[in-house]
């Protein structure tokens, strides 16, 4: 195995392509809609909210996703969650709405009730972190089109917007960094023409999402996302989850699929317009705790 083979995969369950298309099982979904008191909606950032974009710092939820999220955080029997790979600051930042429950950095960093939470062992190797993003950035500096992003907890190198021929020297040095500075603390995962650092601790996207659950106990939890770190997300809610995978090209334990961040936005509206009105109705005085 080369040491380009050697990032952690979390990746699970069948290929995506062969994954049903949500959109021939709404009738299921509206079976579990119906029988449920409430909605734990939970939601990837990039790639779902937002399309893929090629510089990092550019995307934006889009404005239906916006819309959809706003109805969403204001129905009383609806709890949404934005769960994503940024730092939590930078994600609160670029959705925006009061009331949202917001995770960063994989689930290391948890925004739950306006409140801020690091695990500790992500937390400690943040100096760590910091130095190998400092290095790298000053290895990297002349590979035009690198983009180092220190998120604190953890840290993404970016080669979208790099030459073809020059992604495989980007790579090596960020092996050869994390190999050197990291003490065996931090681990290298892939993303999209990206490596994504991170500290070995228990916390993903998935313990995030069970975390969610047990404030909104019973209530339908529903997750959507195109990454490979959306697949523990999926897995935490499975089997009573609605899942749905966003792209056909790994593999995802999703019960579901959509082709696309642009499809992503006619479901989650499709969750607002047809799946609100399914919930059971109860007392108004019903709310999460
Ligand atoms: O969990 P997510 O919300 O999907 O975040 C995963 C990473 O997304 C971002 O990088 C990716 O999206 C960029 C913008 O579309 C794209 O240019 C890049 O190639 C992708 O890797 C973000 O910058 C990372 O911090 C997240 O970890």
Partial sequence: ????????????GEPSAETPLVWDHLAEVRGRLRQAEGLLFGTDFDGTLSPIEENPEAPEPTAENLRSLRTLQDHPQVRPAVISGRGLADLRERVGIEGVDYIGNHGLELGIDGQRETHADAASAEPKIAEICGTLGRQLDDIEGTVVE???VTATIHYRMVDREQVETVREHVFEAVDELGDGEVEIHDGKESLELRPAADWDKGSAIAQLQEHVDGWQPVYIGDDTTDEAAFEAITPNGITVHVGDNHETAADYRVRSSAEAEVFIRW??????????????????T
């Fill in 1 to 12: 195995m080369s040491e380009h083979d050697s990032t952690v995969g979390t990746a699970s």
């Fill in 150 to 152: 220190n998120k604190g």
């Fill in 271 to 288: 969750l607002v317009t047809d799946g609100l009105a399914l919930l059971e109705t109860v007392d108004d005085n019903v709310s999460a």
